[in-house]
């Protein structure tokens, strides 16, 4: 028994170390999901405020030819097919107001299809 004593004390002490050490499990929370129509020569919502560092889903919708959005600063971009949704997932790195364009040419008014996104703290 004697034999036992330091190899149970020191598994007791590295059980302690570990244990102080490993944080508990916790669930992430699920990312912060925004719907966008897409539609010539619109997004709607047309402005979307976020906070820096919480994830989030652009859920982005056409409804009538295909269209994209791009955040060339965020590095951020989302295509979509006419009467689809495609989906892009990422978590704002930065704070400031970013345009977004869209990325796929839909016609006449193209240029002036734009989306604007404020990060905050």
């Known amino acids: 028994m004697k034999n036992k004593l330091p190899v149970l004390r020191s598994l007791a002490v590295l059980f302690v170390l570990v244990a102080a050490t ?9 990312p912060q999901r ?12 047309g402005e979307i405020t976020l906070k ?4 989030v889903v652009l859920a982005l919708t056409s409804a009538d030819v295909a269209h994209g ?10 295509n979509v097919k006419k009467g689809q949704t495609n989906e892009v997932k990422f978590t704002p ?3 400031g107001t ?21 990060v905050t703290e």
């Open 93 to 95: 790195d930065k704070t």
């Open 52 to 55: 820096k560092g919480v994830p």
């Open 22 to 30: 490993v944080r508990p499990f916790q669930a992430q929370p699920a």
């Open 98 to 118: 970013f345009v977004g364009q869209c990325s796929v040419f839909c016609g006449s008014g193209h240029g002036s299809m734009r989306l604007t996104l404020h």
């Open 34 to 45: 925004i719907e966008i129509v897409a539609k010539r020569f619109s997004f709607a919502p």
């Open 69 to 78: 959005l791009k955040f060339k600063e965020l590095n951020v971009v989302v």
